[in-house]
């Protein structure tokens, strides 16, 4: 360690250490000198009294320059450095420099008692003690803040900060914080040290390091504040929500993925279910280290309204991924009336055949269709309203009455489905349904190269290539999902009008843009389009894997009941409204806090309407503003935390196959200067006291002393010869 000072300039009160011994020099008088014979006989007693008297007198002065030195010593503000506080002082010390702090929720972490944001504020406050600099702060958070806006030397102001951070639900851009902590530093003059100090956990360092070039202008010291410690964590990675048909009629599969980010296994490790802040299920899970593990609970969900959810681990250091909220959607049995077109004595000729056989396992999917299948001529058309959808497959022959119905039924919230194939004549449709449909039928038309032959026939295919992945019919789509669509085989499509005036939203459509699905609102229902067949007349989509998920989400949007997929996303991003009612024009949106907002559709007719207020983590519930009959609640959505930032600790390594977290300063105001002015003031009040003592003692002294003999003389007597 080494000692410095606050105010060295001040060390100069030490030359008052000379006045005492300067002063005793300038008044001292030499003693007179009276020779007197009776006094010989104590002379040799008052010999040893002045020799004690004189040693009496040096340490009162050399107490006395003790004091005055002591006085300047302590004003001085002497501390002493110790190897950990020295690590900061030797390079950057002097000049400028700026902190850039990890407000993200891993900075929460309870290490030896304490958060990772408060060891932050102590090391930050420790560096301030020990350099005054000119100093400035970055806040990376949701945003990137840069709370002053110039470098100050205001510590206090900068403390103040500090002490208001609050951690927030997203993983930062701590590379925007460096970047401008960077852009604080570049108006400072060529010759100043600058100095970029970032802090935050091991794995986030090393991802910010690999960015940081080596001409960044300015020193950027990475500082863990774990001080290399291991930071075990758990968290709950995601839950799906899946119907579990063999258990029983109205069970459910909910699976929960734990992640162990610890050098040790965890073992027996609680884990719960919450259903309306009911406990409904307990657990225990054991996890490898450093790996995933999942744990599923099967649960019957006997319930009309959508239930708010949490799974939840055994707390560890960091609770705030210990808890993932979740929405648990009931499937209500959607009611569908299947209108036959081409019925046929051989089942896998009939054109409802693989429609039929998807009813059982649609329930897989998390809907229950009851399929009621008629033909044409046996169509009830005062039993409409008892269904929820209509399919129309490859139908022709209606009649005007059947028409008017249907269309009546779909302005009053029903939702039709409308598929083609061989026997639908284009001019008829159009007569009896067309205002129904999203766009007007022209002709059919073969996919692909027509002029192809035999021998080439895949020339004569076309692909679902092209799809719409924000239409709400393929929002529950996985990624991998989309591309299995891509794989599905058209050879025969009905081509659609293009005038102008035609309307609706396609969901899918061919290589060459040509629409296979689409769908428009009218009233207060929807309609479905598909341009070629329900079996496998033109298409093979019904043997496909992806024809039944796609039945499925078609048939729920038109029925306007909510997937029972969880609809949980992370904090931060934007969420789509889609109420199953088109009445609702605006919503009100409670928040986990109890906050309420309220949102408008938009105006505009092909704008998605999106909820971006979404920093806390919980339950979201929507509702109609104002509310509507018959439209209770709306179906909410759940926010969660993306825990790729869970993962505290650091196993990045760099080219050379070392640990870059070895790199990060562990020392960067660990300990605070040891202040040794109080120990000053100590020694100061000690010597008050001896000097205290020591006049005492001379004044009692010289009480004894001939009246003749002065303070601070010696009167030697003198003996005639």
């Known amino acids: 360690g080494s000692m410095n000072f606050l105010a060295p300039g001040l060390l100069f009160g030490l030359i008052g250490m000379a006045i005492p011994p300067i002063l005793h020099l300038l008044l001292r008088r030499r003693p007179k000198i009276v020779r007197f014979p009776a006094l010989e006989f104590i002379l040799r007693a008052h010999k040893k009294t002045s020799r004690s008297f004189r040693l009496r007198q040096l340490l009162l002065m050399a107490v006395r320059s003790l004091l005055l030195g002591l006085i300047a010593f302590s004003l001085a503000q002497p501390i002493l450095r110790t190897d950990a506080t020295t690590a900061i002082t030797a390079d950057h010390a002097r000049g400028a420099m700026v902190f850039v702090v990890d407000a993200s929720y ?58 208001g951070i609050k951690l927030t639900a997203n993983s930062s851009n701590l590379s925007e914080g460096v970047r401008r902590g960077l852009d604080l530093l570049e108006d400072e003059p060529p010759d100043t040290q600058k100095t970029v100090f970032v802090f935050g956990t091991p794995a986030r360092l090393s991802r910010v390091a690999n960015s940081v070039g080596k001409d960044a202008g300015a020193d950027v010291v990475f500082v863990d504040v774990s001080e290399g410690k291991a930071l075990p964590n758990c968290a709950i990675l995601g839950v799906s929500v899946e119907p579990a048909p063999t258990m029983g009629s109205g ?132 039993r409409l309203k008892d269904f929820d959808v209509i399919i129309l497959a490859n139908v022709t022959g209606l009649s005007a009455h059947h028409s008017r119905a249907i269309e009546s039924f779909v302005r009053s919230g029903g939702g039709l489905l409308v598929t083609v194939g061989p026997r639908v004549k284009p001019n008829e449709t159009n007569t009896l349904i067309g205002e129904l449909l999203p766009r007007t039928l022209r ?180 509702r109609a503003d104002p509310p509507i009959p018959g439209v209770d609640r709306l179906a909410g959505f759940a926010m969660a935390l993306d825990t790729t930032a869970s993962n505290l600790g650091s196993y990045t390594t760099d080219k050379s196959g070392q640990t870059i977290s070895g790199a990060f300063s562990n020392q960067v105001g660990r300990e605070p200067p040891i202040e040794l002015w109080h120990l000053g003031l100590a020694i100061l009040f000690l010597l008050l006291l001896a000097e205290a003592s020591l006049i005492y003692g001379r004044q009692g002294e010289t009480l004894l002393r001939d009246p003749g003999e002065s303070s601070g003389e010696e009167a030697r007597p003198a003996v005639s010869a």
């Open 443 to 622: 002709s059919s038309r073969l996919a692909g190269d027509a002029a192809a032959s035999t021998e080439g026939r895949d020339r004569r295919l076309s692909y679902l290539t092209s799809n719409n992945e924000e239409h709400p019919i393929l929002a529950g789509f996985s990624r991998e999902d989309l591309m299995g669509l891509k794989d599905v085989r058209v050879h025969t499509y009905m081509l659609l009008d293009p005038a102008p005036s035609a309307s609706g939203r396609t969901a899918l459509a061919l290589a060459n843009g040509a629409p296979i699905l689409l769908t428009k609102v009218l009233g207060e229902g929807r309609v479905g389009l598909l341009t070629t067949s329900l079996d496998r007349d033109w298409t093979d989509l019904p043997i496909r894997v992806h024809f039944l998920p796609l039945l499925v989400q078609t048939v729920r949007y038109l029925a306007r009941t909510q997937s029972t997929a969880s609809t949980t996303q992370f904090v931060g991003q934007k969420v789509l409204i889609n109420p199953a009612d088109n009445r609702v024009g605006r919503v009100q949106i409670q928040a986990p806090d109890g906050t309420l907002h309220t949102q408008a559709k938009p105006t505009t007719p092909n704008d998605l309407w999106f909820f971006s207020a979404t920093s806390q983590v919980g339950h979201y519930g929507v």
């Open 251 to 382: 069970y459910w599969r909910v699976a929960a993925r734990i992640g162990n980010y610890g050098p040790n296994p965890v073992t027996a490790l609680p884990i719960r279910l919450e259903v309306d802040r009911n406990i409904l299920v307990n657990g225990f899970i054991d996890i490898p280290s450093g790996s995933e593990a999942e744990k599923a609970f099967f649960l019957p969900l006997q319930r009309e309204n959508p239930a708010a959810a949490f799974m939840v681990i055994g707390t560890d250091p960091l609770t705030i991924d210990n808890r993932y909220p979740f929405w648990l959607h009931p499937a209500p049995t959607i009611r569908v009336l299947a209108i036959n077109g081409d019925p046929q004595p051989t089942p896998y000729r009939d054109e409802l055949f693989y429609l039929q056989r998807a009813v059982g396992p649609a329930a897989s999917q998390g809907a229950r269709m009851k399929l009621t299948t008629v033909d044409v001529d046996t169509i009830k058309r005062d």
């Open 106 to 163: 891993p900075m929460g972490y309870q290490l030896d008692g304490e958060s990772l944001i408060d060891r932050v504020r102590i090391r930050i406050s420790n560096v301030l003690s020990q350099t005054r600099p000119r100093a400035g702060l970055v806040i990376a958070g949701t945003k990137t803040d840069v709370p002053l806006s110039e470098l100050t030397a205001d510590t206090d102001a900068i403390r103040k900060q500090l002490d």
